[in-house]
């Protein structure tokens, strides 16, 4: 059995993909440095695949008590533990094989940088099943590389009105929202995302910073 870095398997959501929001202290917007496609995605869909192979699978009513065990984490360690467990079991929630066929084509075509073959794939999964949680964030995922931020959002939202406590879907729409602009609502997002994740690093090292940029009095 290949064994996994547990160092890795804690990033989230679309933070798995790209480098976390680096703010400029003298401007409002945030920059995002995105690495090389064929690395980031390469690693993402080897990291996913490896999770198939070798976890068991959890149900629904499992994965939620997963959830309430990580807003209850003792350690950043045990937090890591945990996720591992809630993300495998969210890429493996098909209903059939023909879903789970689906899937494994749209993290391939996300392996090879072929993005808009990813996102076909990932469409054609949801029509299929709306209520596959993971290929509308995935979805998001591919969509916020290609720049569609719009599209990216809409998914994520698609992601928490079945999911709410998708940390993932969350510490994406924080970005989305560091990214063009909306500092506030990436504020409330990480907030919300530390209740749910209290170990997020990418909340924990950016929120003082946005509070910082817009001001206590504003939020």
């Known amino acids: 059995m290949t064994k996994v870095s547990h160092e890795y398997l804690a990033e989230d959501g679309l933070q ?38 070798s976890l068991p699978t959890f149900s629904a009513s499992q994965t939620q008590d ?33 879903e789970k066929k689906l899937m494994t084509q749209a993290l391939s075509a996300m392996d090879s940088g072929n993005l808009a073959e990813a996102e076909k794939e990932l469409t054609k999964l949801i029509e299929k099943n709306p209520d596959f949680v993971e290929a509308w964030n995935k979805r998001a ?3 916020f590389f290609n720049g569609d931020l719009s599209g990216s959002e809409t998914d994520v939202f698609e992601v928490l009105s079945r999911e709410p406590r998708h940390f993932g ?46 001001g206590q009095h504003d939020l």
């Open 169 to 214: 879907a969350i510490s994406g729409l924080a970005m989305i929202n560091v990214h063009v602009g909306a500092l506030k609502e990436a504020v409330k997002a990480y907030e919300l995302l530390l209740n749910i994740h209290p170990y997020a690093e990418d909340a924990k090292r950016y929120l003082p910073h946005l509070k910082k940029k817009i």
């Open 141 to 143: 995922t591919v969509r």
């Open 16 to 53: 798995m993909l790209i480098n976390l929001p680096i703010l400029d202290q003298k401007n409002t917007q945030a920059t995002f440095e995105v690495p090389a496609r064929e690395y980031s995605l390469n690693f993402i869909a080897k990291l996913l695949f490896v999770l198939c192979l």
């Open 66 to 98: 997963l959830l309430d065990k990580l807003a209850l984490a003792p350690s950043a360690d045990a937090a890591k533990l945990i996720i591992v467990n809630i993300q495998e079991a969210w890429i493996n929630s098909h209903k059939d094989p023909s």
